[in-house]
């Protein structure tokens, strides 16, 4: 039965070599050529990136849509969520089919969609000349804001399904018990409801932001070539300018922003967990 | 059902509730419900799953509202009024305490819902933590602690409000045999101590006899009978209240002839004489509690073929053959030896110690 | 309940259903267009008309694409769901050290930013020598549908009772015969849920996809971008209401057989 238990642990050995073989090594080894110049050490690449302004406003800008995206989606999800807890019957089958079919049919689809909406000559216009809000086609596509609106669309689901299984998994009795000792509905919810919420808004405000610093096709199709993001920078560096330098750095920073964003956001809930 | 309140203590009615009555998605789960209880009372809601008993007590609380009737408390109506304004404080079956606060920051929330300031809770809650013997666990974590040691935080909550009335739904359900009795004496002191009202919600017959002054028996939304334990044992109104409460040979019988005040009832194992004037033909229930038969012949008089003889140290308990829903069970004092199963006993009572329900169904 | 209580409570409920048509807009829109006979994307459409539909009969390239997602999408699945079953059995079973590490390494690519998993293996493929478009099509697919797999069975494998596992065995099974006559089938809605969500990941995907095609290995995602950029007409809505209806197929196949809920919530 002994040899047994440690020879399970070999199981592991196809799927865990595959990955550190063709996940691992090659994130390691793109790692360290972008630090690296003609063989040796150096963080000069890191240097010419962070010198250059447009670099830098490229770098703020993914960092300032990530972030809005993550608090619009958030601002959305949470009363989402809540409604969603409560939600029986035939309503939490609508609710669900919601939250997953957005997220079956994938970024193209959706992404491809915000284009029809907001093009000048698209739905969002048509509907805002035809109610008589604007006289003239206003200019949505191509810009931050839209890319805002879609990207927080796309990911939704994502900051929804977390905050929602939380709640969804919390003692019906708590707030009963708050309300039986003197708490008002504001009171209960700021003490009983948010705190206990919050490893599901961590979770998902991680994973969201962690997917809106680094998409790449809503923002392609979106706002195109002029107002570029880090992984648009990325891919033309490789497909189209040759500077693969270049793009070695910038996608080892991305890689840097999304481990340490999970390392975080687990680190947070752990510490919110040790309390509960 | 309307006379005044009068517990041992003289007190007048405290809680009144009102005629009040409750559906749920169409089925009623109870109407014209009255309920009294005196400042002080330890009062029992006993009954089986379904009867009732935690919607009255949630009515109460305010977590739920009533359809029709009032509830009253020290002469306020506060039907209308939500939960939390209440000063009714509820301890759930599950204890239901914060898991993200400290056993200490449980203990303070009313406090604090109520306006304290963080800084200022801290005397009143080493208080309330004492009063339960919880003082060393002030700074734990919930998830560290016992079933025994969340009830008492349960109770030190509830209690440092200082509420008009508390509510208790199963509070000694999650703990095992030993605890639970020893948990029900001092949660009845430290109630006493306070002169707390306090109505307890259960399902079990020894806890509500233990912890209670006054049982109210409940039956699919209805109060059976409202007495002190010993006279839901000795006289219990209801054949429901006779089953649910104690033990009893129960047999069900016919009545085939009327004498003055005493008639005679047929039943599958001989006739019985019991104080009564139901007419012939009735159909009837009949119980006696088993410590009031000996095994020789009485007033009534039966002959049983034992099914078993369990011998349970201060007692041993007789089970005749009988068919469901009929019970044949004499109780004798220690252990007197000589009888097992397949022997025929004599089983004998008086006629006074009779129990006769008419069947209504 | 309070009057406040109930206000909170109506609010949210109002925020949560925008939030359902703010989701299933792109969805709705999408199909709606791809009905239009015009070759612009107005709305509501001048006339209803299948001709965008029957355009993609004739387009170039389109079911090639079509075939080599399909095909990526089912063998990577597959591999990924053997793989993953070792390990995730190896993970939940077995008493070695590291075994939470390994668990969350399995699952971390799906917070990597899948564009710099595609660089990573473009450089690193082309630094071993393999040049073949598909072979590294292939892997790099595993790779995204691997994590899915190993979530859903994680989390399955961790709730099922191995006791009977060991009662087979007691009756006469090897541990493998056991596994695979008693496990799989056992966890049967996981397999079927993780699988699922594996192939839409697959079939969806670009950022890795985008770094490892060629001109002759062209994924549907990618050759879609291709048409956006040559010929925006509505057929692009056609192609991707048929991305809907697979992705419509396939929840209907999970919630027939698992049900909603358990797909999302495991």
Known sequence: MTLRAERIGLLALPGLSFLAIVYALPLFMLLLKSLQIDGQFSLAEYQLFFADEFSRSVL???????????????????????????????????????????????????????????????????????????????????????????????FLPFMVLPIYAVLRQMDSRLPEAAASLGATPVFRFFNVTLPLSLPGVVAGSAFTFSLAISMYVIPSLIVGERQQTLSMLTARSFLYLRDEALGATISSILLVIAISVVLGSSWLAARLGARQ | MTKPVRSDKGQRTYLDVVHVGKAFKGTTVMSGMDFRVAQGELVSLLGPSGCGKTTLLRIIAGLTGADTG???????????????????????????????????????????????????????????????????????????????????????????????????????????????????????????????????????????????????????????????????????????????????????????????????????????????????????????????????????????????????????????????????????????????????????????????????? | MTGTDRLFITISWMIAVCCIIFLMLPIVITVVTSFTSSAVYTLPPPEWSLRWYRSLALRAGLWDAVKLSLNLAVISTLISLVLGTLAAIAVTRGSFRGRAAIATFTVSPLMMPGLVVGVALLQFFREIGLRDAYWSLLLGHIVITLPFVMRTLLASMAAFDFSLVDAARTLGLSYPKAILQVLVPNLAPAYLTGGLFAFLASMDNYPISIFLTDARNKTLPIKMLQYLEEQPDPALAAMSSGLILLAVIVLLIGSRTVGLNRMING
């Open chain 1, 60 to 154: 703020w800008r993914t960092i300032r849509v990530a972030l809005l995206t993550t608090l619009l989606a958030l601002a959305i999800a949470y009363p989402t969520a809540i409604a969603m807890a409560r939600a029986k019957g035939i309503w939490l089958s609508v609710f669900l089919v919601a939250m997953v079919l957005p997220m079956s049919v994938g970024v193209i689809v959706k992404a491809f969609a915000w284009t029809i909406i907001f093009r000048t000559r698209g739905v969002l216009n048509d509907v805002l000349m035809s109610l008589g809000i604007t006289d003239a086609p206003v200019r949505m596509l191509f810009t931050e804001t839209a890319l805002i609106i879609g990207a927080a669309n796309v």
């Open chain 2, 70 to 361: 009032d509830v009253v408390l020290d002469g306020r109506n506060i039907t209308s009024l939500p939960a939390h304004k209440r000063n009714v404080s509820v301890v759930f079956q599950s204890y239901a305490l914060f898991p993200h606060l400290s056993v200490a920051e449980n203990v303070a929330f009313g406090l604090r819902a109520r306006g304290a300031a963080k800084g200022d809770t801290g005397p009143s809650v080493t208080e309330a933590l004492s009063l339960v013997r919880m003082s060393d666990f002030a700074d734990r974590p919930i998830a560290a602690l016992s079933g025994g040691q969340q009830q008492r935080v349960a109770v030190a909550r509830a209690l440092i409000v200082n509420p008009v009335l508390l509510l208790l739904d199963e509070p000694f359900s999650a703990l095992d045999r030993k605890l639970r009795e020893t948990m029900q004496v001092e949660l009845k002191s430290l109630l006493r101590d306070r002169n707390m009202t306090a109505i307890f919600v259960t399902h079990d017959q020894d806890e509500a006899m233990g912890v209670s002054d006054r049982i109210a028996v409940m039956n699919a939304g209805q109060i059976e009978q409202f007495a002190a334990p010993a006279e839901l044992y000795a006289r219990p109104k209801t054949a429901f209240v006779m089953d649910f409460v104690g033990l009893s040979t129960r047999l069900a019988g016919r009545v085939t002839q009327v004498q003055a005040d005493q008639i005679q009832i047929e039943t599958a194992h001989g006739a019985v004489t019991a104080n009564s004037t139901l007419p012939v033909g009735t159909h009837v229930t009949i119980g006696v509690r088993p410590e009031l038969i000996a095994p020789q012949a009485g007033e009534n008089t039966l002959e049983v073929t034992l099914t078993d003889a369990m011998v349970l140290g201060s007692k041993t308990l007789l089970h005749g053959a009988a068919s469901e829903p009929d019970k044949l069970i004499c109780e004798l004092p220690g252990m007197p030896g000589g009888m097992s199963r397949g022997d025929t006993v004599t089983f004998g009572w008086s006629v006074a110690d009779t129990l006769v329900y008419e069947v209504t169904s």
